[in-house]
T-cell receptor, first 112, second 114 residues
Framework: NAGVTQTPKFRVLKTGQSMTLLCAQD?????MYWYRQDPGMGLRLIHY???????AKGEVPDGYNVSRLKKQNFLLGLESAAPSQTSVYFC???????????FGPGTRLTVT | SQKIEQNSEALNIQEGKTATLTCNYT??????LQWYRQDPGRGPVFLLL???NEKEKRKERLKVTFDTTLKQSLFHITASQPADSATYLC?????????????WGLGTSLAVNP
């Protein structure tokens, strides 16, 4: 099992550009999450999904959109990137809501 | 205000000793508390979960205690090894209105010296 995979691993964007981060899990988990991690701020939940076809806002959803068209995939989109979105993004999944989360390796995004 | 605190200073210990990390919280009544390990440049890895009605949980060299009166969890690594060097995060699962919410600490960095 690959667990949770994320693509890409690194990306540099210019302000105003758009991109999509892809997360895939092969554990048949219902719950999936997108976090950002910044120094001194800890992990903050952006959006999450409680099952295929569902999405919900987390703590810091502004500037991001998500989709969960297939159970195994959870996409995070940035429509118009801003320097404040420079961060490390982690995707996670779990079989029970919020508990025992499995994290991907992260995507390091820099917006200039 | 609601908050969760972990030792901000790095913990340095000698190989073979027991490492003890602290997670304190205020104004929460968590249903669960979790501990994760995070290595540089990697995602967190789940280690242990303890429920509000459990006092202690063990897994191999790891032990977690949960004192809901003191609002504190202690995370112990016995017979520590250099490979245990990492940042350890605690996370509280709380009820926030009609939803459950996970609150993350900033983590404590542990260095085990050979």
């Amino acid at each position: 099992n690959a667990g949770v995979t994320q693509t890409p691993k690194f990306r540099v964007l210019k302000t105003g550009q758009s991109m999509t981060l892809l997360c895939a899990q092969d554990m048949n988990h219902e719950y999936m999450y997108w976090y950002r991690q910044d120094p001194g701020m800890g992990l903050r939940l952006i959006h999450y999904s409680v099952g295929e076809g569902t999405t919900a806002k987390g703590e810091v959803p502004d500037g991001y959109n998500v989709s969960r068209l297939k159970k195994q995939n959870f996409l995070l989109g940035l429509e118009s990137a801003a320097p404040s979105q420079t961060s490390v993004y982690f995707c996670a999944s779990s079989g029970v809501r919020g508990l025992e989360q499995y994290f991907g390796p992260g995507t390091r995004l820099t917006v200039t | 205000s609601q908050k969760i605190e972990q030792n901000s200073e790095a913990l340095n210990i000698q190989e073979g000793k027991t490492a003890t990390l602290t997670c304190n919280y205020t104004n929460y009544s968590p249903a669960y508390l979790q501990w994760y390990r995070q290595d540089p440049g990697r995602g967190p890895v789940f280690l242990l979960l303890i429920r509000e009605n459990e006092k202690e949980k063990r897994k191999e060299r790891l032990k977690v205690t949960f004192d809901t009166t003191l609002k504190q969890s202690l995370f112990h690594i016995t017979a520590s090894q250099p490979a245990d060097s990492a940042t350890y995060l605690c996370a509280l699962d709380i009820n926030a209105g009609n939803n459950r919410k996970l609150i993350w600490g900033l983590g404590t960095s542990l260095a085990v010296n050979p």
